[in-house]
């Protein structure tokens, strides 16, 4: 619900309101006058694919000088995947394909498949959605109680948010508040303001010493995760563009340079690559971040969860993928979320943001499998640079900055001027 926003539905304002609407594909669907003067202040706004069954306006000076605006809502179709009844999906899960023997010639494709359609089967085992709270702001109106057609309205002051589990806000809805008025609305923002200070107090208290999660935890109270995007006027289309533009850039600057001189050959080749154990494939997916993406099936937590029941087929999936020496082109798709650069540039220029891909789960444990078998392939034939500190176990910036501080302290002792270049790709 929105207020004292637009003041006549066909001026310039509200033309420029209804394009800013458009913009963050939002509609507005309030279209009769809302106040005792015959403006239009009071508005019901929602994405475009979540249009409300039915809006009415009722006459205004029942209540206020504002109407009485009501909306039924569609029945939300979102679930809590954490309700779902464990009982009843274990059962599902045992006498579905993923728990039963397959056959030996079944190809990664048809694993894949089988693998999507099974787990994805579980969305008609959710849970009955949980209430939605309705937060509705009674707006320019006393703080009293008021009688309205032999039913008790309590009328809260301007800005007050009442919470209602119901489908359908009417004059006969009954809103039980303890103590209505500016002392209710004061008492709410007092214990708003301890809850955060008290979460985020306890939120860095546990972070410790440890630099890297106390600046995971500071980025939002600083405000540098925020999503600027949508304010910007930027399109999926402009930002895919763009990116692609980049790349484009990239190849045809370097198109025409010479083949890059290869002082020496390896004489060993990592010709294929080996199955997996059930035991590797656990430990993978257990030390792996139970993140989820839009592109999985379900929550990765649940499959964590049924971990051992999954385990043989998630096994046989990866090792199938591993010996055709190829991953399925769904498995190929990410989710790709522009992100600024760092806090205070300019959100309206595109070359300040960088793309953040998000892959489905099982793309993730499948190239992890590789990494490891390279890593495995690229130490035992002496393949890594001596000194290369990234993407190498016991090595990191503290490695490199120490190999370097050390060569800096031995050339001072030999009386040499150090000149240290630095070069950031």
């Known amino acids: 619900m929105c207020s004292d926003t637009v003041q006549d539905v066909d001026g310039s304002d509200a033309r420029r309101f209804n394009s800013l609407l458009s913009s963050f594909d939002m509609v507005q669907h309030v279209h009769s006058p809302t106040h005792r003067a015959g403006s239009t202040l009071d508005l019901v706004v929602t994405f475009a694919d979540r249009v409300p069954e039915s809006v009415a306006v009722q006459p205004p000076g029942a209540i206020s000088d504002h109407a009485l605006v009501t909306c039924r809502r569609r029945r939300s179709t979102c679930a809590d995947w954490r309700r779902v009844d464990r009982d009843e999906l274990r059962r599902a899960l045992e006498t579905s394909r993923l728990c039963t023997p397959l056959p030996v010639d079944t190809d990664v494709d048809q694993l894949f498949d089988t693998y999507t359609v099974q787990r994805g089967a579980a969305r008609h085992r959710r849970p009955p959605t949980s209430p939605t709270a309705l937060h509705l702001n009674m707006l320019s109106v006393a703080g009293q109680v008021d009688r309205h057609r032999g039913s008790t309205l309590i009328v809260v002051p301007r800005a007050v948010t009442v919470i209602v589990s119901s489908d359908v806000i009417t004059a006969h809805t009954t809103l039980t508040i303890v103590n209505a008025g500016c002392k209710l609305r004061a008492t709410v923002l007092h214990c708003i303001a301890r809850k955060k200070e008290q979460y985020w107090s306890d939120r860095l208290l546990s972070c410790g010493r440890a630099s890297a999660p106390l600046w995971r935890s500071l980025s939002p109270m600083l405000g540098r995760d925020r ?66 993406s839009s592109l ?30 190829r991953l399925l082109v769904s498995q190929r798709h990410v989710t790709v979320t522009p992100l600024l650069k760092k806090s205070g540039l300019d959100a309206a220029n595109m070359a300040n943001y960088r793309p953040v891909s ?59 001027v150090t000149l240290l270049c630095l070069l950031d790709l």
């Not at 051992?308 to 199938?320: E, I, S």
């Not at 290369?388 to 176990?393: F, N």
């Open 358 to 416: 998000n892959l489905s789960f099982m793309s993730k444990v499948v190239e992890r499998t590789v990494a490891i078998q390279l890593y495995e392939y690229l130490v035992t034939h002496h393949l890594l640079p001596r000194y290369q500190s990234a993407y190498r176990k016991n090595h990191s910036t503290e490695t490199a900055f120490l190999r370097v501080w050390c060569d800096v302290l031995m050339a001072a002792d030999r009386r040499q």
């Open 296 to 325: 999985d099936p379900v929550p990765t937590f649940l499959l964590l969860e049924f971990i051992d029941l999954l385990l043989p087929f998630v096994t046989r999936l990866v090792n199938t993928s591993l010996l055709a020496g």
């Open 227 to 292: 999503n600027l995007t949508g304010s910007t006027g930027h399109t999926v289309g402009g930002f895919a563009e763009f990116f692609k533009k980049k790349i484009d850039d990239i190849r045809s600057s370097t198109a025409n340079l010479p083949a890059s001189q290869v002082g020496s050959r390896a004489t060993s080749t990592l010709a294929s690559f080996r199955p997996f154990t059930e035991a590797e494939i656990r430990r993978i997916i257990t030390k792996s971040p139970p993140k989820s």
